[in-house]
């Protein structure tokens, strides 16, 4: 800190105020955890069960039939992977958006009811949408150059795969 303040304070300073503002929006949530559970953040111990942070459900959260993450968004394949390719372009800004990312769905998959009850599921991960739809347009990008070589090929390709997707889904 001392040496970032002694080159660039005003980076120092953004960066203090983008962390108190970071404290004070995520206050409400840690204060009705600490009246309802009793503690301020809602870990394994004391009872309170709701998020396991130690047994996460990957497989379930991410591939379960019951309206979860890639089998019932599959563009949301393009926004995890067109991440990758965003890495040699703009490193820092990239991995910062992966660790929210990574972070979101982590923390998704270790709610103990991974299908959230009654509602639909994939609403817990409307803060990472901005995020992968910056994987999205990267994807869309890799995906024109295969369009743009093998135009006849990527059309059978989308017809094939487009129509089995949803006659699996029918089948559900």
């Not at 998020?51 to 039939?65: A, G, I």
């Not at 998959?109 to 639909?120: D, I, L, P, Q």
């Not at 006849?152 to 559900?172: D, G, K, N, Y």
Request: some cysteine.
């Amino acid at each position: 800190m001392w040496g970032l303040w002694k080159r660039d304070r005003k980076v120092l300073v953004s960066g203090l105020i983008l962390f108190a503002g970071f404290v004070v929006g995520i206050s409400p949530q840690l204060v009705a955890w600490k009246a309802l559970y009793d503690q301020f953040f809602l870990l394994e111990r004391g009872g309170a069960s709701f998020v396991r942070y130690s047994k996460p459900f990957f497989w379930e959260t991410l591939f379960s039939s019951r309206h979860e993450l890639l089998t019932w968004t599959p563009v949301l394949w393009l926004g995890y992977l067109g991440l990758i390719p965003l890495l040699k372009r703009r490193l820092v800004t990239v991995w910062m958006m992966t660790f929210c990312v990574v972070a979101i769905t982590y923390l998704n998959m270790s709610v103990t009811e991974w299908w959230s009850s009654n509602s639909f599921s994939n609403r817990r991960f409307d803060g990472a949408l901005p995020i992968l739809a910056f994987g999205v347009a990267a994807s869309f990008k890799h995906m024109r150059a295969v369009v743009d070589r093998w135009p006849a090929i990527a059309t059978a390709a989308m017809l094939a795969v487009l129509p089995l997707w949803t006659l699996l889904f029918m089948e559900q």
